[in-house]
């Protein structure tokens, strides 16, 4: 597996997304940003081609599968081969289950769920010299916490998910795993993080003190997908500050 193939992230222009793109872009890495917000994307594909990174991009709406199918082949034809695949779609929805209508629900599957699910059937069949692949869950996956019931419900899926396909997969030097955050201050969290109570509230929940920043995140998907880590699959990275295993008091 090269430094020369193509990693592939979709959900680019969120927090995480591009603090990723950034990173791999400083190591030289050949880059298919995918996203749903065409301005946005543009926006960043210019910024790492001004850095003289190998860098295209593509509008893509990853709950359709034939766009994600198209996406794979899109960055075949641009780099030849793909070694990393990111998924980095998602949503918090923070409702108790009765008050969470069946549109809510359904959403928050197909943003978190089903986009990993046609990342991977897309990715497996694009990785023709093995690669890694990685899927983004969450702490409320691995631990109950109060309102999280759509969400810890997706993300737990992710982990089913991934589980599954590492052991399809590995045979043909597929690595697939995932990482679970806490709290992270990104644009999708900035009803959480930008309310001083709810902010107070989260981060005396993480023992380590502090909610997560894009770059704790970056630096756990990069050494996943970085090709001296070839001997790690099925493994859900905790992220989170300690949250899901550790009780500091």
Known sequence: MSNNAAVVIVG????????????LARSGR?????????EKLTTL?????????PCEERVTNAREAAEVDALLDSAREAFGSVSGVVNLCGSILLKPAHLTSDNEFADTIALNLTTAFNLLRASVKAMTEGGSIVLMSSVAARIGLANHEAIAAAKAGV??????AAATYANRNI???AVAPGLVRTPLAARITSNELALKASTSMHPLGRIG?????????MWLLDPQTTWVTGQTISVDGGLSTVRSK
Do not use: F, K
């Open 30 to 38: 050949p880059l298919m940003l995918a996203a749903r917000n065409s």
């Open 213 to 221: 920043e894009p770059a704790d995140i970056v630096a756990a998907i």
């Open 12 to 23: 680019a222009t969120g927090g995480i997304g591009q603090e990723l793109a950034r990173g």
């Open 159 to 164: 982990i089913g998910l991934m589980i599954s």
């Open 175 to 177: 690595r697939v795993n």
């Open 45 to 53: 594909t210019s910024e790492l081609r001004a850095l003289g990174s």
